[in-house]
């Protein structure tokens, strides 16, 4: 299993479409259960890492400069 590096503020690009049509989710808070937000609209969800991860296609990463701006 590979592991995917992601932080607060980073956007995740999933392999499967969240029901309301969007593909991206926004991280909230990192540990061994991950929150997400949709970015479409806007349902927070809290999901197990292991489960997550294995439905991440890319991760784009947030705010560089100033990531508690987010």
């Known amino acids: 299993?590979?592991?995917i590096r992601f932080s607060v503020g980073d956007v995740l690009k999933m392999k499967k479409q969240?029901?309301?049509g969007?593909?991206?989710?926004?991280?909230l808070r990192v540990g061994?259960?991950?929150r997400v937000?949709?970015?479409g609209c806007g349902r927070d969800v809290t999901?197990?890492?292991e489960k997550?991860?294995?439905n991440i296609k890319s991760v784009?990463?947030?705010d560089v400069q100033n990531p508690q701006n987010t």
């Open 52 to 54: 997550l991860e294995k």
């Open 37 to 39: 937000v949709c970015t």
């Open 47 to 49: 999901v197990a890492r």
């Open 18 to 20: 969240h029901p309301c």
């Open 60 to 62: 784009i990463p947030g």
């Open 32 to 34: 061994s259960d991950i």
């Open 1 to 3: 299993m590979r592991i």
């Open 22 to 27: 969007a593909d991206t989710m926004k991280v």
